[in-house]
């Protein structure tokens, strides 16, 4: 982890404690524990504002305020292994349509809890999840649905995945890049 401010030690050290705690934890394991535990509200419950006092964007706050304690304890972690970006080389044959608009994660469930997502602004298969042990893993994939109306013309998208289970709320971020793609006009 690098940065020009103080999150950055702070968060290495975060990391260090968290790969203390966990072991046979990838880097990936560790990051996503940090990110989906964030709080995205401040101290005294209200949403995290930008310098003009509006709320905050992802840009402005990224994953939230980190929270060491529930990073430690996330309940479920999204965890990449090499092969998992394999679908996403030109070889394989996919549009560049199907592409852009899916992504598959591989989860790991490191609590004795049953999950099943709440699914808000996007297709989630499988639209459940059970695991019957620690460390099992699960495949999910995400396609994001671009919906007309009043936003239909912002560059970015943004929202959130809450996966809720007992005392468990991982939450996964979605910043998807909308792309126009003109089509030239034949002047015949």
Not at 34 to 61: L, Q, R, W, Y
Not at 127 to 156: C, I, W
Request: hydrophobic share 35%.
């Amino acid at each position: 982890m690098w940065g020009t401010s103080m999150s950055s030690p702070h968060l290495g050290g975060i990391a260090a404690l968290l790969k203390n705690s966990h072991p046979h934890w990838s880097l990936v394991a560790i990051k996503s524990a940090i990110m989906t535990t964030a709080d995205v509200v401040d101290h005294g419950g209200k949403p995290i504002v930008d310098e003009n006092h509006s709320p905050a964007d992802f840009f402005a706050i990224g994953a939230g305020h980190v929270n060491p304690s529930k990073a430690n304890d996330p309940g479920l972690v999204y965890d990449v292994q090499p092969d998992d970006y394999s679908p996403y080389l030109c070889g394989l044959k996919y549009t560049d349509k199907q592409v852009e608009t899916r992504t598959q994660r591989t989860v790991v469930m490191c609590s004795q809890v049953k999950s099943i997502p709440e699914i808000q602004e996007m297709r989630v298969r499988p639209k459940r999840l059970v695991f019957t042990k620690v460390n099992q893993k699960a495949t999910v994939e995400f396609m994001p649905q671009r919906k007309a109306g009043k936003d239909s013309n912002k560059q970015f998208s943004e929202g959130h995945l809450k996966w809720v289970s007992g005392k468990y709320s991982v939450r996964k971020y979605n910043l998807c890049h909308i792309c126009m793609k003109f089509v030239p006009v034949s002047p015949y």
